[in-house]
């Protein structure tokens, strides 16, 4: 059954409320709790000199009371001392300003000595508890690239980069030749030529920036697997985890979550649809629940990063929040809403961020579940409710895979490092195809492009840049409806045209070739039967008759057997008639539900989450089934599941 949390701070409170506290955890309902990423200062106020009591006494408390611990490693925080005795760890961005001390991530993930430090601060760590036995899991670090601090142009990462392309490439030349160097006379003599791409007179070469960013998650990787590799023999049987962001795609998470057990990631819907992309009506609509798509989105990616499939919610917003523009607070029921939610996609945890707020520092306007006079805030009052909620649903089972949407890091990259229209972004253009497969009721697995395909009854590639000839064979085997979008295949893996022009080896599915494309600037509209193309258009050449065109007679989508092409941005009615022809052709149930409703089957069970200020009636959007939380009417923020049958 999936266990709810919090994430609490005992160095933050007087000792004599502890107990209080771990008591007032297990009474509303929460079983783990996560503690320590932040606490270096406290751990070891100077070089070498540990102060463990503290540490020990809290986990002895929380324990006792009955909860399980998650410990955190504090490399988030390195403390002052450390940073002064070596003031060349910080990253640096890319106008040449190092980062300074004062907040939090102050730290390049390439400088050798601050690793060091890591090693020796999770040893430490890992000998004090790692046997501990109400240590159930450690988290690493906390949210890499937060505040912006995955790239860094600093020393050590020049001699990173550097050691990394003689790795790959071998020899300089193979470096020219690939990069395409020749161009602008930028060829180099030698691997210690090269420097990091930035702050060069016009746009660094795009290949030279892909493979900055394929160096700079690389780091990631290994900075990662440098505390686990530590933690896993120091503390058998306990999951190793990571808190990942929302839309944010500056590392390869797939190839951080193979060091994982769990993938774990920090929701905070208000504050994503208020910091992100959405349209000012979506902002206002949604202002008090988020996006109905923002938080599911993230449950089905980080769902396809372990290859068990374990995840989990490490931090859910509770309350406003203090990082946003603006920072209103949740609908009542959303807190629960949420939690449930992430129940339907079948997380193991929902923890709250955070367990009491704090009265000083950064986050003092952050809610908690306690308010700061330790009085229950609202979202204390709905976790609860959800625990109750939880006990209520029992055991659920797994769901059967229907459909999957392919998920690329690297052509986040790619895109970013060459857009060719400002409005052209991957994460966008991924996230309104998954909203269009949500709104047909359609469950869906977010994976990486070379996770296993096997039993799924649809596929989606919203973009694939660099194709590799492995998908596309795979592909070739599958007798299943497969969409792919525009730019798949466009590119070699070394940042160039393919020399068939797009989309490259996807033309062994599908003969076309595309001869031209377009950005368009907004306002800029191509007229479709009942839609817009906006931001992008491409011209193609084949013979195939295309399956929706223009008014000028444009093919936008062609079709060969199972295999589809989009050749433009997709338009809202576009895709979504696309899809649910698809959906049903792999004989799949098609809704057609209202805006603000979304609904998730789990085992047996079907979930119903009203995103909307108003009551919506399910019977018209449930095939037949008994009731067994909430009712028909679904009320705003609320949630309905019932068993079919
Ligand atoms: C997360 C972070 C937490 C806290 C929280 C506030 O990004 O991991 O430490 O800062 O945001 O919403």
Redesign the pocket.
């Known amino acids: 059954m999936m266990k709810l949390g919090c ?1 609490y701070y005992p160095e933050h409170w007087p000792e004599d409320i502890w107990t209080e506290d771990a008591k007032r955890m297990v009474q509303m309902g929460l079983s783990q709790v996560r503690i320590g990423e ?1 606490a270096w200062s406290r751990i070891e106020p100077s070089p070498g000199q540990f102060e463990w009591d503290w540490l020990d006494r809290a986990i002895a408390i929380l324990a006792d009371a009955g909860m399980e611990i998650i410990l955190g490693t504090p490399t988030a925080t390195p403390p002052k001392w450390l940073v002064d005795s070596m003031p060349d760890m910080v990253a640096v961005d890319e106008q040449g300003n190092p980062r300074k001390f004062g907040s939090r991530r102050h730290y390049c993930f390439s400088h050798q000595p601050y690793r060091e430090q890591c090693r020796r601060i999770t040893t430490a760590m890992a000998e004090r508890y790692g046997e501990n036995p109400a240590i159930v899991a450690w988290q690493t670090d ?2 890499y690239g ?1 505040h912006d601090t995955i790239v860094s142009y600093s020393e050590a990462a020049k001699i990173g980069f550097r050691r990394w392309l003689a790795d790959k490439y071998d020899h300089v030349d193979a470096l020219n030749t690939a990069w395409g160097n020749v161009f602008w006379s930028m060829e180099y003599r030698s691997f210690d030529e090269v420097d990091p791409p930035n702050l060069t007179v016009t746009e660094p070469n795009p290949a030279h920036v892909l493979d900055y960013r394929r160096f700079a998650s690389d780091e990631v990787v290994s900075f990662n697997k440098l505390q686990v590799d530590i933690l896993r023999p120091r503390s058998p049987g306990r999951d190793m985890i990571h ?1 990942y ?1 929302g839309f944010f795609t500056e590392f390869d998470h797939h190839t951080v979550a193979k060091d994982l057990d769990v993938a774990s990631w ?1 929701s ?1 819907p208000l ?1 994503f649809l208020e910091q992100f992309w959405f349209s000012d009506e979506e902002k206002l609509r949604y202002t008090r629940q988020g996006h109905p798509d923002i938080a599911a989105f993230h449950h089905d990616l980080y769902r396809g990063c372990c290859a068990g499939g374990r995840w989990s919610v490490m ?1 859910q ?1 509770p309350g406003p ?3 946003a523009r603006y920072n209103p607070a949740p609908l009542d029921g959303m807190v629960r809403l949420w939690t449930l939610e992430a129940m339907a996609h079948g997380a193991e945890l929902v923890s709250y ?1 955070r367990w009491r707020q704090a009265p000083f520092a950064q ?1 003092q306007m ?1 809610a908690g579940l306690l308010r700061p006079d330790s009085e229950v805030a609202p979202g204390g009052d709905e976790a609860a409710m959800a625990a109750a909620d939880i006990q209520q649903l029992g055991q659920i089972g797994e769901t059967a895979k229907s459909v999957a949407l392919l998920f690329s890091y690297e052509a986040a990259w790619l895109f970013e490092a060459q857009p060719q229209g400002q409005s052209f972004r991957y994460l966008e253009l991924v996230f309104e195809m998954y909203s269009a497969l949500r709104e047909l009721g359609l469950n869906v697995d977010i994976i990486a492009p070379d996770a296993p395909l096997d039993d799924y009854k649809m596929i989606v590639v919203p973009s694939l840049p660099i194709l590799s000839p492995s998908l596309v064979e795979r592909m070739a085997q599958m007798n299943v409806p497969v969409l792919f979008g525009p730019r798949t295949g466009s590119k070699t893996a070394d940042f160039a045209i393919e020399a068939d022009l797009a989309p490259g080896p996807l033309q062994q599915l599908i003969p076309l070739k595309v001869s031209r494309v377009e950005s368009l600037r907004p306002g800029m509209a191509e007229k479709g039967a009942d839609y817009d193309v906006t931001r992008w258009i491409e011209t193609v050449e084949t013979d195939l008759p295309s399956d929706e065109a223009l008014e000028d007679g444009r093919g936008v989508v062609f079709s060969n057997g199972s295999v589809r092409y989009l050749a433009s941005w997709p338009p809202a009615p576009l895709i979504k008639r696309v899809f649910a022809d698809m959906g049903k052709k792999a004989g799949m149930a098609i809704y057609d539900l209202p805006r603000d409703l979304r609904i998730r089957q789990l085992g047996d069970l079907h979930f119903a989450f009203n995103y909307g200020t108003e009551d919506i009636d399910l019977t018209d959007h449930m095939q037949s089934g008994k009731l067994i939380l909430g009712d028909s009417l679904i009320k705003s923020a609320g949630v309905a599941a019932w068993k079919a049958g």
Request: hydrophobic share 30%; with cysteine.
């Open positions: 994430c932040f906390n949210e937060c808190n962001m920090d905070y504050g931090e917003q929040v203090n990082w961020f986050e952050h």
